[in-house]
């Protein structure tokens, strides 16, 4: 009533009355599916995984075999004693439970990575009590995912996958697992939102739901209302009074599922760039209007986005069709582009819109998702330069004899706050290239305050990185 009152003093009464005379907002009333007939339905595709490693302990060191100093024959009879009836211990069983469901008619089993890898036993209970013996097919650590196969004379009923991408929040969902050795619990909710990125590997795009998940859900299936598998639970955060989870969408699953099937391991696409997400100082630094799309921060020698000419601070607004909103969303689509399929990148450079094409190729495991001394502090950007030594070099760790390396950051500066430590080199700043300390201080003073500053550095493990920031 308080907020009402406070509402109507700040206008007239005619624009009250017309508030009031308004239509309401029609909100399309979405009724809870029937999850019993659900549950029923359901319930028989759903698997507990039971698995064994096991693990050889350290055993106790025998005696050294040397000579008593003292010549003492009580000695060498006591420690002879001691070490000889020490109890070795024997290699032991380490159990754990999980989840996973049937995908396939004859015995095909979809769980995670995280639940079976490193398992010297699988063992797989259906939900009319039979217990068998699962065989891993193949596994994909990068997005947590493993294919089992059991076998069986009958047809097995399995669950059928839907489609993620089609998928709302708010829409209902149910989960089913052996949360806590409880087999076959089902939980009800919706989902809370898309895209979570939450540091679990480099092609992050969970789906987040407030439908109880609970240690021993993993690798279990994220229903919607059809019936139709839309996510596999995969991770919670717990705490607050109750836990958020997240689930794998189905359909990074399927391109996992059927390499997996075929070749029991995946390929992926491959461009050799490091790239990163795009701030809103970093976009206005570029010329740009918008925040969306992937900058380039370094681009790999002899890959195939060196061959198309793609450069650091280029950034890539569209990907072989698919427009680039965040920058997270790269590396899931290049992952996903077949190797040797040629694609068109949309791009921009020096503020100039343009397309570039490039031939995809094959990730490698080892590689990732890409003077004179004139130091002195810039309270420009907070910095303290010089140019690189040996003394310097060894005290980084410094792979470069040359350059300009940020010897100290101002506490509580601006470049702070966005990542800069000692030991970056500066490569570029506002596009151009210092050649020395003096000169970059030289560049850098002549800024005026509220101008925006962008360096790319190259941090002491080698990676590449934009920050941009305004001056103070």
């Not at 809870?32 to 028989?44: E, G, I, R, S």
């Amino acid at each position: 009533m308080f907020f009402v009152r406070f509402i109507v003093l700040h206008m007239s009464v005619a624009a009250f009355v017309l508030i009031l005379s308004q239509p309401p907002i029609a909100v399309a009333k979405m009724e809870p599916p029937d999850f019993v007939a659900l549950a029923k339905k359901l319930n028989p595709t759903v698997v507990n995984i039971r698995t064994a490693k096991k693990i050889t302990p350290k055993q106790h060191p025998r005696r050294p075999q040397q000579q008593n100093p003292f010549g003492n024959n009580f000695l060498d009879d006591f420690f002879n004693r001691y070490f000889d009836e020490m109890p070795q211990q024997r290699p032991r069983l380490e159990q754990s439970l999980g989840t996973g469901f049937l995908i396939s008619s004859d015995g095909y089993i979809l769980t995670n990575n995280h639940v079976v890898n490193g398992a010297d036993e699988v063992m797989v209970k259906l939900s009319d009590g039979r217990e068998v013996k699962g065989e891993i097919k193949g596994l994909d650590e990068k997005v947590d995912l493993a294919l089992i196969k059991i076998s069986e004379k009958e047809l097995l009923p399995f669950a059928e996958l839907g489609d993620s991408d089609t998928l709302e929040v708010g829409e209902w969902v149910m989960a089913i697992g052996n949360p806590f050795g409880l087999s076959h619990t089902v939980t009800a909710g919706i989902v809370s939102a898309k895209g979570r990125v939450i540091g679990s590997g480099p092609y992050d795009d969970f789906i987040q739901t407030d439908a109880s998940i609970n240690p021993g859900n993993s690798g279990g299936p994220l229903f919607n209302a059809m019936g139709k598998v839309i996510g596999i639970n995969a991770a919670i955060i717990a705490g607050g009074g109750g836990g958020i989870g997240f689930a794998i969408p189905v359909n990074i699953a399927k391109t996992t599922v059927s390499q997996l099937r075929e070749s029991g391991k995946v390929t992926r696409g491959y461009l050799g760039i490091r790239f990163q997400p795009l701030t809103a100082d970093l976009a206005k630094s570029f010329g740009l209007a918008s925040e969306k799309g992937a900058l380039i921060a370094s681009v790999e020698k002899d890959t195939p986005a060196e061959k198309a000419g793609l450069r650091a601070g280029d950034v890539i607004v569209e990907y072989d069709g698919k427009q680039i909103t965040e920058g997270n969303e790269l590396p899931r689509y290049v992952a996903a582009t077949p190797v040797d399929k040629k694609v068109v990148l949309t791009i921009y450079r020096d503020g100039v819109k343009q397309s570039i094409s490039l031939v995809v190729g094959r990730l490698k495991d080892q590689e990732a998702v890409a003077g004179q001394d004139s130091s002195g502090e810039n309270n420009r950007t907070g910095l303290t330069v010089e140019d690189v030594r040996k003394d310097l070099a060894d005290r980084f760790g410094l792979k470069d004899s040359k350059g300009i390396v940020v010897t100290e950051v101002k506490p509580g500066s601006p470049l702070e706050e966005v990542g800069v430590t000692a030991g970056c080199i500066i490569i570029e700043v506002n596009g151009y290239r210092p050649e020395s300390a003096k000169d970059y201080n030289s560049f850098v003073n002549k800024l005026k305050k509220g101008d925006v500053v962008r360096l790319l550095l190259r941090r002491p493990d080698g990676s590449a990185h934009y920050v941009a920031v305004k001056v103070e």
